[in-house]
């Protein structure tokens, strides 16, 4: 990135569709239009999101104020992770997202926003270098899960706890890497760890499963793990620009 870390790029917005695509089914024609949407959000994600280097995306809610003990513990959070050279990536709004991204923003780190229309709560927040701005929640999903490499659960509501559980599906089920969830916030997910252990006894999910996670509220410890996990499996790979891709240099 060549523009100085304390001067945000201009947002990427991507188009947003009127409709989710949910309300049963419509015409051939609409389908294959509301198809073809898709795929062009994603190649638009793909395109922004391709250099941003490895990142850490932080899960949280978007309606903690910058008092909250949750927003400066997240904000601390994205500081560590830019001293350990690593892109922080947030949905972009704010409250968690916007600690997150401050946190590596006002510390030299790459800061990036995969941002979700709303009608209310996720206005795009101003800690980031790099944001788009997408219509589907699945879509943008897929884009937070993709670039990154480890993932930071803070305290959050049903759209925290989707993304959470989400991850933690695909890390379970081998569909993604068994990359790093830290989870932040000991008693508030304290009510989780004893769910955890209630699936355990039902035998919906085995023991193991406990060990894709780390329950802490210390930051040091939080990326001190991530740090030893990827530094034993995981290189990123630098990726060339090509020209004839009108990829900017």
């Given at each position: 990135?060549?523009?100085?870390?304390?001067?945000?790029?201009?947002?990427?917005?991507?188009?947003?569709?009127?409709?989710?695509g949910l309300e049963g089914p419509k015409s051939r024609l609409h389908e294959l239009g509301f198809a073809?949407?898709?795929?062009?959000?994603?190649?638009?994600?793909f395109r922004a999101l391709h250099f941003i280097g490895p990142c850490i995306t932080v899960?949280?809610?978007?309606?903690?104020?910058?008092?909250?003990?949750?927003?400066?513990?997240?904000?601390?959070?994205?500081?560590?992770?830019?001293?350990?050279?690593?892109?922080?990536?947030t949905g972009g709004g704010p409250g968690i997202m916007e600690a997150a991204n401050r946190g590596a923003f006002e510390n030299g780190g790459k800061s990036i926003g995969?941002?979700?229309?709303?009608?209310?709560?996720?206005?795009?927040?101003?800690?980031?270098?790099?944001?788009?701005?997408?219509?589907?929640?699945?879509?943008?999903?897929?884009?937070?899960?993709?670039?990154?490499?480890?993932?930071?659960?803070?305290?959050?509501?049903?759209?925290?706890?989707?993304e959470f559980f989400e991850t933690l599906t695909l890390i379970q089920t081998k569909v993604?890497?068994?990359?790093?969830?830290?989870?932040?916030?000991?008693?508030?997910?304290?009510?989780f760890r004893h769910w955890m252990e209630h699936m355990i006894e039902g035998g919906t999910i085995s023991p193991e499963d406990k060990n894709y996670i780390l329950f802490t509220d210390d930051t040091h410890e939080a990326i001190e793990y991530i740090k030893r996990y990827m530094g034993a499996n995981y290189k990123a790979k630098p990726r060339k620009r090509l020209w004839w891709l009108f990829e900017k240099v």
């Open positions: 990135m060549n523009q100085d870390s304390k001067t945000p790029l201009k947002r990427r917005i991507i188009p947003a569709v009127k409709s989710y073809l949407t898709i795929f062009i959000q994603f190649i638009k994600g899960f949280g809610s978007a309606r903690f104020k910058e008092d909250h003990p949750f927003y400066i513990l997240a904000r601390e959070m994205g500081k560590q992770i830019a001293a350990a050279g690593f892109t922080t990536m995969c941002n979700i229309k709303l009608p209310y709560e996720q206005e795009p927040n101003p800690y980031v270098h790099r944001s788009i701005t997408i219509d589907l929640f699945f879509v943008r999903k897929v884009l937070l899960v993709k670039y990154s490499y480890a993932f930071v659960i803070m305290p959050g509501g049903f759209g925290t706890q989707d993604i890497k068994d990359f790093p969830i830290v989870v932040m916030g000991k008693e508030f997910y304290e009510p």
